[in-house]
């Protein structure tokens, strides 16, 4: 079973739409929680990242962790086409220099 | 730069062949680290360094693959008699400092073919 679990999608709305996405890890010492944004055959962009329980927003993009139930959530409100990418979430545990351990990443497209 | 650049953007081999790979971190970034991202999957951890010493090489797959960064900038990715399953997107990212965490910056990564 992988540290951390994301559904791969491939997730399609209308534009305007709120999207929703997940991730459940089983890794207790995870304690930073990112979202990235892939585009296809770019790098991964960090969107947010976040170190406690609760919810942290920016902008259009809400990131809420569940510590108790190891679950984080992206949520995108007024989702536009330029959205249209690939979401992984990513976990670190608190240790300086620490790698990350994503998930395989959920593919979204807005569709105008 | 102003970001992580990596060179070359797309390289094809032969199964066998020898290949390195090149990532220029931001300027100044003490932490650099690698990751090899398969078709269709996220990122996995390959290697870590803190300047010039590598502190982390337990994501390497085999000891084909090889890191280094000799003057705790650039660093260089070499894998050696490329097979197969080593096709994916080679990514490098930096951080400022050693510290807590950091957010990792990417670069657009090394897209490797083997055939």
């Known amino acids: 079973q992988k540290e951390v679990e994301q559904d791969p999608g491939p997730l399609s709305v209308p534009e305007g739409a709120i999207v929703s996405l997940n991730c459940t890890y089983s890794?207790?010492?995870?304690?930073?929680f990112m979202w990235y944004r892939q585009y296809s055959r770019k790098g991964p962009e960090l969107l947010m990242y976040t170190y406690s329980s609760g919810n942290k927003e920016d902008g259009r993009f809400t990131a809420q962790v569940d510590k108790s139930s190891k679950y984080i959530s992206l949520f995108i409100r007024d989702s536009q086409p330029s959205d249209s990418a690939t979401y992984l979430c990513?976990?670190?545990?608190?240790?300086?220099?620490?790698?990350?351990?994503f998930g395989e990443g959920t593919q979204l497209t807005v569709n105008p | 730069g102003a970001g992580v650049s990596q060179s070359p953007r797309y390289k094809v081999a032969k199964r066998g062949q020898d290949v390195a790979l090149r990532c220029d971190p931001i300027?100044?970034?003490?932490?650099l680290f690698w990751y090899q991202q398969a078709l269709g999957q996220g990122p996995e951890f390959l290697t870590y360094f803190q300047n010039e010493a590598q502190l982390d090489k337990s994501g390497l797959p085999s000891d084909r693959f090889f890191a280094e960064r000799p003057e705790g900038s650039v660093s260089t990715l070499k894998i050696q008699r490329t097979q197969q399953e080593d096709s994916a997107v080679y990514l490098c990212?930096?951080?400022?400092?050693?510290?807590?965490?950091?957010?990792?910056?990417f670069g657009d990564g090394t897209r490797l073919s083997i055939l």
């Open positions: 890794n207790s010492a995870f304690q930073y």
């Open positions: 990212a930096s951080t400022p400092t050693a510290g807590r965490y950091q957010p990792q910056h």
């Open positions: 300027s100044g970034h003490v932490s």
């Open positions: 990513a976990m670190s545990e608190e240790t300086s220099g620490s790698r990350l351990t």
